[in-house]
């Protein structure tokens, strides 16, 4: 009964173990912790390390203290936190590359690298950290948005150095090196000046503010516009309101602006002669509500048809 499930263990383990328990010939693809797990009795991997880009949450490397290729993680986006803590020796190179949310990368045991070390591209990584790296015999290329940047066992690199880092990073301690004789193929070390917006972000920003505010101040004037429009058209609509509604209605009701206008305002512009019952406007006024058919006794209005000579039309019988 106990011999299936260690059949099974061994059958798992078969491909990762070959001549003997501490060198694992394969290379390897890792794309979860329990894959790492597989090579944790493996003190050399005489193939390439590669982390999947499907890999998520962190991944330890346990116990590999050799790794014959090279060791590359490119785009796992989900992965926080990159461990070997017992690496020393990698014969490849160390690429690690657009890892978006990667916080963590610890190789705090790796003291040469026989290829080039290229880390860019890792927005989340601010602290990194190389306690043991001696010799690095290709290019050493960090670039992000690091805070630090500390190899403090650093002796000589044959390629390339080119650090830079974000504003807060300091470049002494690495410049340093530089009369020691540690970077024989150039060197550059800086940081972003700055904020870490870049010009286009920053006059996209202002001239998104700018449009917002002519946006809010447009909206206020036409507001206030419209509200300004509104008063203006209720005063003149007092006049067709008082002629509509006729004074048909119960005498009691009437409100004062029904009420029937004194002769004595209308008496220069009131004629004399009748002309019908039909209700008549003067001056914009109305005059037949004082009249028809309220009053008891109708009073008949006549226009002029001659030539108008101001804005109102007068009365035959006018004294002016
Ligand atoms: C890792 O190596 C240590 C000895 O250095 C050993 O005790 C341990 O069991 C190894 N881990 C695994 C998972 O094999
Ligand atoms: C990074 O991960 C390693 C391994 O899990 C851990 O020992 C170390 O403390 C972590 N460092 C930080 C800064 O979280």
Redo the contacts with the bound molecule.
């Keep these: 009964m106990l011999l299936l499930p260690s059949l099974l263990l061994l059958a798992t383990s078969w491909p990762v173990v070959i001549a003997d328990s501490d060198s694992c010939s394969s290379s390897a693809t890792i794309s979860s912790q329990s894959d790492a797990?597989t090579y944790?009795?493996c003190d050399q991997i005489d193939g390439s390390v590669t982390i999947s880009s499907s890999a998520s949450g962190s991944i330890i490397l346990?116990?590999v203290t050799e790794i014959k290729g090279s060791f590359t993680a490119e785009g796992a986006s989900g992965l926080t936190t990159l461990a070997a803590p017992d690496l020393e020796t990698l014969e490849g190179a160390l690429t690690v590359d657009s890892m978006s949310s990667l916080s963590n990368l610890s190789m705090n045991s790796l003291s040469e690298v026989s290829s080039g070390i290229t880390i860019i591209a890792n927005p989340k990584l601010k602290h990194l950290e190389f306690e043991d790296l001696e010799e690095v015999d290709g290019q050493l290329k960090l670039t992000g948005s690091f805070s630090s940047v500390s190899l403090p066992s650093l002796d000589q690199v044959k390629g390339q150095t080119t650090i830079r880092g974000g504003r807060s990073m300091s470049c002494t301690a690495l410049n340093n090196l530089q009369s020691e004789d540690v970077y024989h193929g150039g060197y550059s070390c800086s940081t972003s000046s700055g904020s870490s917006l870049s010009t286009g972000a920053k006059a996209g920003i202002a001239i998104g503010v700018i449009v917002g505010v002519l946006l809010i101040l447009f909206l206020m004037w036409w507001v206030f516009r419209q509200r300004r429009v509104r008063q203006k058209r209720r005063r003149p609509s007092q006049t067709p309101a008082s002629i509509s509604p006729p004074v048909l209605k119960d005498e009691k009701q009437s409100t004062p602006q029904y009420q029937p206008i004194p002769s004595s305002d209308l008496s220069p512009k009131v004629p004399r002669k009748p002309v019908g019952l039909a209700p008549a406007l003067l001056d914009g006024r109305s005059i037949y509500e004082a009249a028809y058919p309220a009053s008891p006794i109708p009073v008949y209005h006549e226009l002029d048809a001659g030539p108008v000579f101001s804005t109102h039309q007068r009365p035959i019988n006018s004294e002016s």
């Design positions: 797990d944790a009795n346990n116990n």
